[in-house]
């Protein structure tokens, strides 16, 4: 039990560590910019200031291109604060669509470094599960993780969700697939233990060309 325990604490670690990793590369990018923007208003200013005239169109642009990379890097923390929020409640109503949804923002940068693009079909209804929402995004980062890594050929991953509400699904599937991948699906011990936590099952779906994480049916 301990051991367990054990792998589920590195694999929340890593995932968190990946996530904060990946915003505040962002964040840096951001901050380069808003930094080579003060650069040019100061050297607008010791222009200015040899009577040379400003060009308020110029001027006009660098703020723009600062408030910009303000905002981004603000959206960027509020999701990482989102993120570190998970952990409040150890159980907690999720809904699949939103969380999904959520990472896929999250980990954008990470996702199109792989050249994937990801297409997320709604359910019909909205679909909850009663789990513990940091390693449901966890989970839910590792299979998209895996998908794109198993995707061969358009480099499309398509997510859907099962249509009876009572029996949660996610399901991940690709145009085609690197077979050897989808034959040892989230073998890890780290992976192992996550889908022991969340009382989750992952099966390859009917064409093989993809897989779904899969909660027990609910009476």
Known sequence: MEKNENMLADAGMKFFGKMTASATHEIKNALAIINESAGLLEDLSIMASKDHPLSPIRIKDISQMVTRH???????????????????????SADLEKTVCFILDLASRLVEMQGVTVEVTSPISPITVNTNLFYLKNMIWRAIETACLANKGKNRVMVSFGTDPFAPSIWFSMDTVKNDLLDDLFGSKQDQALAAHLDISIENNNNNNGFGLLWPKRI
Do not use: C, E, G, Y
Not at 70 to 92: A, E, G, M, P
């Open 70 to 92: 303000v905002q981004r890097s603000d959206l960027i923390l509020k999701k990482i604060n989102r993120l570190s929020h998970s952990f409040d409640l150890s159980t907690q």
